[in-house]
């Protein structure tokens, strides 16, 4: 079992950037693929980003390739979401996830965060 807790969301302005956290507690990043799903007002909720440890390169939705970045610090058993070029429809509440691969996470992941805020005003 692991615990996801986010924090770092918040009121930008579009264009502005604002870097998401994960902290895992119970057990390292390493032993999962982790990832950020996001769910708009009215929307189902969305994948964003994943990554694994093996090597393999991230992927992320086409609506926020280019602009995010998922990255990851064991020593703080922590993933990272930066977000640049934050746009309107981009708010939403942002969710941590974890699973034994990426393509569990991606589509069905069996831990979540209890999410975090992003509101980017026009």
């Known amino acids: 079992q692991v615990q996801l807790v986010e924090s770092g969301g918040g009121l930008v302005q579009a264009g502005g950037s604002l870097r998401l956290s994960c902290t895992t507690s119970g057990r390292s990043i390493i032993s999962y693929a982790m990832g950020w799903f996001r769910q708009a007002p009215g929307k189902e909720r969305e994948f964003v980003a994943v990554i694994a440890w093996n090597g393999a390169p991230a992927r992320y939705a086409d609506s926020v390739k280019g602009r995010f970045t998922i990255s990851g610090d064991n020593a703080r058993n922590t993933v990272y979401l930066q977000m640049n070029s934050l746009k309107p429809e981009d708010t939403a509440v942002y969710y941590c996830?974890?699973?034994?691969?990426?393509?569990?996470?991606?589509?069905?992941?069996?831990?979540w965060g209890q999410g975090t805020q992003v509101t980017v005003s026009s």
């Open positions: 996830a974890a699973g034994p691969s990426t393509m569990v996470v991606s589509t069905k992941p069996p831990y």
